[in-house]
């Protein structure tokens, strides 16, 4: 999946995981603020390991605390979007 797939990907699941529209949530609000937290860490490293064929540790998530940042490290592009 590119970084896009990702960030759309990411902002969907956790709409639905959280009971929210995803306009609701934000990429570049820390995943904390979204309302997840050590469990649905543990739900979200188990299922974007599934979706993208590669493992994903919990501490991957914690050290990318926003979907951007997330997306963009596990797509191989740690730089920032590109904004405009």
Not at 18 to 38: A, K
Not at 73 to 80: A, K, R, T, V, Y
């Amino acid at each position: 999946m590119n970084r896009q797939q990702l960030t759309d990907w990411l902002r969907d699941y956790l709409a639905d995981l959280l009971d929210v529209t995803p306009e609701q949530v934000g990429t570049d609000i820390p995943l904390e603020y979204l309302g997840v937290d050590s469990a649905t860490t543990l739900v979200l490293s188990a299922d974007l390991s599934a979706r993208t064929g590669r493992e994903t540790r919990p501490g991957e998530i914690l050290d990318h605390p926003t979907i951007e940042r997330l997306a963009a490290h596990l797509s191989g592009s740690d730089e920032p979007a590109q904004v405009g």
